[in-house]
């Protein structure tokens, strides 16, 4: 009779530590990236009253008597299924689609995340707000190149930082020139051409049906004061004539248009402090067919000077900076850490985990890869509690503490009458 009462004993301490679990679920139901954990229970150890037998000629065998001595806690794992993702437009607001978790670090310690809810410094650097945790990545060089090979750092994204205006050096142009075209019609196009101190300088260039066969006379003009002369040379012997052939292809096809910006005046007047520059233009997907006539420039690799304004994050975890003069430079990678065993993880509080001896080490990579899910920016991951299941868990859990305790309070009874015989 004491068996059960230690048994039932047992299932009070044990109902309670699963009403403790589940209670903590519910609470966090609202904590972005929280992962519900689970209780287990086993049985313990039984005590024999007799043992099995084996069957013999004259009689079949029997099998054996325990009495269980009660539960017992099997354990509390926590469950990293994919919480839902709630939409913030935030563009420092992250999730991770998928497995894996955002690395940060608070200067000897790493932690890895599910909750993105991050944010920039003032020094310039991404961290989680709430501790000041710093997000782990890779910094793009002065060029915009990211170094995979390296090890993991803090992410920078200065904020208001200036970008030095480029030179045009290179532009593409694509389109068509109507064959169909009389003597005399033309096709433009403006571009703004940028000088090494990167003020712009619009210029039109022309092409002009010429009497013969497939052919179209080349010019550039320019109505900025600044700009004293224009020189172009189609097929890099000074042409100034556009030649197709009868499949409606340059014949120049692989030779660069070239086009001289003289900035410099006899007098010096109307110069901008810049230097004379040559324009390389790449006109090969410029074509002669019997279509409407239209051409436009698709690329031009110069830009005036301008300021770090945003940032963007791709699924890949790049970070793009978008600047005030309108140009994009990579600024950096986003870190994802992947584990064989997640639920080896221990919980570090804040909504961090720790890596364990059981967790596996973290696989530091890209998002995307190596099984590492993707990154949605401008969303939060919430939390994976399911409520329906937990309230669930509350009736199991109550009703389970209550059985046990009815049968201490019966055991008791029964003790109480056997102690009463001798009266």
């Known amino acids: 009779m004491m068996r059960s009462l230690f048994a039932a004993i047992s299932g009070l301490q044990n109902h309670v530590t699963f009403m403790d679990v589940v209670g903590n679920n519910i609470a966090n139901v609202n904590t972005q990236g929280y992962k519900a954990s689970r209780v287990t229970f086993q049985d313990m150890l039984t005590q024999n009253i007799a043992g099995a037998s084996a069957p013999t000629p004259d009689r079949g065998g029997t099998n054996p008597q ?16 994919q919480g839902a993702l709630q939409a913030t437009g935030n563009n420092t607001d992250f999730a991770i689609q998928g497995s894996g978790f955002f690395v940060v670090k608070d200067g000897l310690r790493t932690f890895y995340t599910r909750d993105g809810a991050f944010d920039v410094s003032v020094t310039g650097e991404m961290v989680n707000p709430t501790n000041g945790f710093k997000v782990q990545g890779w910094t793009a060089d002065t060029n915009g190149l990211v170094d995979l090979t390296t090890a993991v750092g803090s ?7 200036s970008i030095g205006a480029q030179e045009t050096t290179l532009v593409e142009f694509a389109g068509n020139l109507d064959s169909r075209a009389a003597t005399g019609d033309a096709y433009s196009t403006t571009i703004d051409v940028y000088d090494s101190l990167g003020a712009a300088h619009p210029v039109v260039v022309t092409y002009t049906k010429n009497v013969a066969p497939n052919t179209w006379d080349v010019t550039v003009t320019s109505a ?11 097929d890099g012997v000074g042409g100034t004539q556009a030649v197709f052939d009868a499949a409606g292809r340059l014949t120049t096809t692989g030779t ?12 010096g007047a109307g110069t901008t402090g810049a230097v004379d520059f040559v324009i390389s233009t790449d006109i090969d997907n410029l074509t002669q067919f019997a279509a409407t006539g239209q051409i436009a420039p698709t690329y031009n690799n110069g830009y005036s000077a301008g300021q770090l304004l945003t940032f963007s994050v791709g699924t890949g975890g790049d970070i793009t900076g978008i600047f005030s003069n309108g140009t994009t430079k990579t600024l950096g990678q986003m870190a994802v850490a992947a584990f064989t065993n997640p639920a080896g993880l221990q919980r570090a509080g804040s909504n961090n985990f720790e890596a364990t001896s059981n967790s596996g080490i973290a696989l530091v990579g890209t998002p995307g890869t190596g099984g590492r899910g993707a990154i949605g920016a401008g969303v939060l991951e919430g939390s994976n509690t399911d ?27 029964m003790l109480e009458s056997l102690v009463n015989l001798i009266r």
């Open 387 to 413: 409520l329906a299941r937990e309230f669930t868990n509350v009736v199991v859990a109550q009703r389970g503490f209550q059985a046990s305790s009815r049968i201490i309070s019966t055991a008791d009874e």
């Open 224 to 234: 900025d004061p600044n700009v004293n002369a224009l020189t172009v040379d189609v």
């Open 256 to 267: 660069p248009m070239t086009i001289d910006v003289d900035l410099m005046t006899a007098s």
């Open 66 to 81: 325990q009495i269980g001595l009660g539960m017992k806690l099997g354990g509390i794992g926590v469950m990293h299924t």
């Open 155 to 161: 992410i920078n994204i200065p904020l208001g930082q």
